[in-house]
Nanobody, 121 residues
């Protein structure tokens, strides 16, 4: 079993920054892709970003240039630095991991419980 625990959500003003963290434990190793997706209230899940096992990253067009994803393989921690936040970024953010899939993260096998990010105008 793979366990993913997110932290760092909260409320911020338009243009502000937040950093999300995801701590992974259990049967996970460096061969897993890890990433983030989000789900607005009453909305459809949307890919945000992933890190492949080889370290390459992919970000959704909607967050390119504003969000940065990184992975500490030694400590099994995934972070998402979110800058220049907009009200449209308001959503529940989920950490996800998969041993085979590399995109999109909302289709990964393992999910965390999610953290809420609220951006007010």
């Amino acid at each position: 079993q793979v366990y993913l625990v997110e932290s760092g959500g909260g409320s911020v003003q338009d243009g502000g920054s937040l950093m999300l963290s995801c701590t992974a434990s259990g049967a996970i190793n460096g061969d897993y892709s890890m990433g983030w997706f989000r789900r607005p209230r009453d909305g459809v899940p949307e890919a945000v970003a992933i890190v492949r096992p080889d370290g390459r990253v992919r970000l959704a067009d909607s967050v390119e240039g504003r969000f940065t994803i990184s992975r500490d393989r030694a400590r099994n921690i995934l972070t998402l630095q979110m800058d220049k936040l907009k009200p449209d970024d308001t959503a529940e953010y989920y950490c996800a991991a998969d041993p085979f899939r590399q995109w999109p993260p909302e289709q990964f096998k393992h999910w965390g419980q999610g953290v809420l990010v609220t951006v007010s105008s």
